[in-house]
């Protein structure tokens, strides 16, 4: 850990950063980078050095426009970031400056059950996102990092790992605890973080995957069952029988129609599907809604998460620092080059979380420095 | 009130009562009605005298084989009854001979989630039921009546009672409170209950009908705003409207599939659907389920309810007497003429639930005296 | 973000305002009145036109240097306020010019669970309060008027309200709910407003009071019994018997050590005794922590409460009007006036919560005017 | 139903048993042993040979004559027990003979809150317990002992183990989660217990001890810091200074009024402080309810728990065997010297619990195989 002297006697007049310029049939052309003055900071505000960001699905969706809600145009994208705080208003009293950082994902979404209005106050589509240098929050829209993690790392927190977090421990009376099965799907960011938030838990997860060759980095991050889905057509049922025929008690739904039929079968009375991705569209193949009667079971949408739950789970994971360090894809990108970690991570070829980093590229070569 | 004395002396032998005795084709002829020997009082059981009972929309599809759960083969159906302790067995300590008593659905559902064991314990179904002049119960299926109602009202509440009362206040972090919105859907047990009990808790309610005269009736009942949904195709936004624009904070959906996606368009961000009915089968129209992630809300398929709700109901039900004494269609019906009751529900000309009184055919002209 | 000009024609540029100079001895003499210079708006504020004000115990006990919590050095007293927007910060998205709005006690428990930052933020003793004709407060720490109140009506909500509220509404697991049980104690203004909460959420209510005459309005007020606790000395077993043995489910417990062993004494196994009112110093002669495992009980102390509780709250008693209109005392006082409301309080003669007026003293004739 | 004829071929028709026959001044001399018939059994009832059985500080109260609740003349004592099941009763559905049992505390509080009822329905002081040879349990008070444990592990999990289960999991809106502090008191089962399960679930402990030698063995088991109190006069300062200044979140709370003060000053705001003791009697010195109040917290009397709770605790055991592993004192004793073990438990010189083995002396070579 450094010890940052903050010199606010050389606060950046300009902010390099990225904007969605357009949605659609350009793709990831639609994100234009270019150098911007840094607009006066408001008296809640916070000015942010961003070091790190983290990409997510739904980041990739934006400048597709498959993204299903609306955005501002012109956006800064970047749900995720990490950084320091570089200065403050005259009415903050949350952070000072030499202050580590993570964003909030929803910027009003404080505590207490997700509103509206709370879920319009997204970054990088609702609001400015984090894929710039340097970036203003309101201080309620931040937390302090864990202490026990890179910045790169503290990065993947606040959308992948806040949603798995939420779904794991999110629903009243139906919090993970010891004992409990969890199915995951898949190796994207959020069915990793839910592995291993699950076996800290000390929970039982039952892991899928279509790869042979991450059936071993699954049980290498805790897994205690892993199936390959391409193997097992009826999947859901192998899941129920690893868990002595009862089910499992959570479900993190992340990959769409093909995968909620086995979901279903693989639940237990009373358990719960949490559904985080929005791979929407396929209606008409998937099961529907009625049939959860028939499982009693309850399914979930949720939207990441809140503040307090953003601030337990980094408190988790300091009193975990080896279970629960993220996992960070071993490529990583300069803010310069972001586009082609939107490339990258749209070619599914990642493990973990794909990430960006604000710093000059010497960076790059020592995770631990930033 | 009576003051009946538990005459001991005077222990029935034999039982009139119905049995399934096929399912399918032959519709309500598959019930049979004859004249039984009363088995010997086990232990821990208690023996009823059953003074009425009433129907629900799964004890018909029961002989009509298109209830989509196992049943016993020949079992005496009836979801619902109450009626009187008569004779209690040697470790029996709940009950006393005398004592007023409504039967609880899933007979081993005591308190807690519902798990998959205590889900195959449903009357009328996978046990005996209540259609039959005697019945034995172990004593921890059975509760003691709200002091405040007759039997055919009593008999009314175990299945759809206890259904809209799990729907509303069985959701932890979701249980309906003052202010709340509520939407109901028809005029059948359920949703008649729901409304009531969201009144009772100083919610707002939204019930909707196909029926022009029916709305009147609903009003009556406390609903603050009633929609025919034949005149408003999107009926679920015309809800949402009634909200502020916000949504509903609870609908309890009993209609299927052409009711969902209104369902949907109606419940808040952060909202509950909970899904009491089990008109499955089709599930291709329906909407999806990865929809609801895009409302953010949770769906949940509930099974009755506990013994420790139906208690806590029925003590609502006495602090309460007049807002939430049960609707009883005005047709009663002897027990060994259930068979019509079955038809005349079928029929959907009733309002309110239609009850089946095991006394003679006297009893009917006062529903008071029973 | 919109560019709001935070004009209106005619803003004030002093607020007339009390402040606390002092604690202790001289009692009420340390509250000063003056008109003081109106700062410039912060970005995320909004300047309110304050209309009333209500007092609570703990106003009267920070000029009388006995409130348990530290305060700000010359602090604005004034808990609770009600007031209209005249203008907001270019920030500000919550609110706009003419909007109705109440204050939040703590202005930084926005929802979920109170933390210890969160607890530190409240008016009239952590940071400037009500009593004063203008004052500004950041978006956040503000909510909309119930439509269906006065503005001396809603002044009465955030303090004395919304701890009743949460007294019943904020445990997990043990929300009020038709049918409960629930005991409060005397006519204090969190009492008044429990004793209608609980019979708005169709529960039953034990009173108490010490006063013969207040016998009657207790009862006018719905509740169910009404003890005079001079006349029953084991008043606790009194009201556990109106429950029919089992005991309460909730104590609203306010008036310290003398009632908690009542209290304990009335609760059931299981219940819940929420202690609102911090009468400490006392602590030798209550009833022991441990006295609490004998009966299985929780004992939860409140601050007040969060902004999504008061939210809920508001809709409660626009769905409810005439069954949670707050009552208020007859005597209403002007701002300049406001030191004889603390005397008159301190008096104890009043029924129902003591209110400031803002306007001139004509407005004091017309309660449903402002 | 089936017909499960309840003959093995060699049923005992005896059992050696315990009985407290008196109590108060003559201490464990009021505990008498004898060979007694077993009764029939009934139809809901199933025949446990008992293997094992624990002792906790309840048990050794009741012949002393200081256990504050009613117990039944003669009871048979014992609280926790295990064994296999030898014959079932002709309406019991859930074990067949063979299966390996652990007995439930308070044999009717199946699942949901505890209730008055079911409060009164404890072994080894409402109902007969464990330290006999033989025993007839109705089905619903058995749960199937967890898979990874011997016997006389088994039998330490019903009240020590659930009891501090319930302490961290019970209560909703507060269930231990990773991340959390918890603070523990002492070396007794509940304690070592609540430290275990509070690792398993990710969360840092803090554990006191007035032994230096059992420092070491606190830390063994994975206590983060642990606080010698005889060294710290404000240890309860000292374990919130461990925790960064914010207070635990959960403080089980064993040692009675001496501990109490110090709890209060370590617990966070919001925190829970689960009362598991019942050291009574020292109400005079101990803190007042009302200071709970100052710190906002919430303390709550448990009394073990549910049926439910202990499947998910012994579900959570067997998945994680080695963590979890229930800590077992090296002395052991068989039935027949069942009071030394009392005298044994009494004298402090344990470290885990003292068990009671019902097998013949040769049986206590070797744990593992019974």
Request: charged share 15%.
């Amino acid at each position: 850990m450094s010890t940052q002297t903050p010199t606010t006697q050389t606060l950046p007049t300009t902010s390099k950063q990225w904007n969605v310029i357009a949605k659609g049939q350009d793709g990831f052309d639609n994100l234009r980078f270019s150098e911007q003055p840094v607009p006066a900071l408001g008296d809640s505000q916070v000015l942010v050095k961003l070091q790190a960001a983290s990409l997510n699905y739904r980041d990739l969706t934006i400048p597709l426009g498959t993204y299903p809600f609306p955005t501002m145009p012109g956006v800064v994208p970047g749900s995720d970031g990490a950084g320091i705080v570089i200065a403050v208003g005259r009415q903050v009293t949350r952070f000072r400056p030499g202050d580590k950082v993570i964003t909030l994902f929803n910027q009003e979404h404080i505590g207490g059950p997700l509103t509206a209005a709370a879920s319009g106050t997204h970054l990088g589509g609702a609001r400015h996102g984090t894929l710039r240098s340097v970036g203003a929050f309101n201080e309620q829209g931040l937390v302090h990092q864990p202490e026990s993690l890179s910045a790169v790392e503290a990065s993947t927190l606040p959308c992948a790992g806040l949603t798995a977090w939420n779904a794991l421990h999110g629903l009243p009376g139906h919090q993970i605890k010891a004992g409990d099965w969890v199915l995951t799907q898949g190796t994207g960011g959020v069915s990793i973080f839910a592995l291993r938030f699950a076996k800290a838990a000390g929970a039982r997860v039952v892991a899928t995957t279509g790869s042979p060759e991450k059936v071993a980095m699954l049980r290498r991050l805790g897994a205690d069952h892993v199936i390959n889905y391409r193997d097992e057509a009826g999947w859901g049922d192998v899941a129920k029988a690893f868990t002595g025929g009862l089910g499992v008690d959570h479900v993190v739904e992340v990959a769409g129609p093909s995968s909620m039929a086995q979901s279903l079968a693989a639940v237990k009375v009373g358990g719960v599907i949490t559904v985080v991705g929005y791979v929407a569209g396929a209606g008409r193949e998937q099961p529907g809604f009625l049939d959860c009667l028939l499982r009693f079971c309850t399914v979930r949408g949720v939207l990441v998460g809140s503040r307090a739950q953003l601030e337990d789970m980094c408190r988790a994971v300091d009193a975990n620092p080896e279970a629960l360090r993220p996992v960070v894809d071993g490529q990583l990108f300069t803010l310069e080059r972001a586009r082609e970690a939107y490339e990258y991570q749209w070619s599914g070829k990642h493990f973990g979380k794909v990430c960006i980093v604000m710093g000059n590229s010497a960076s790059l070569g020592d995770d631990t420095d930033i």
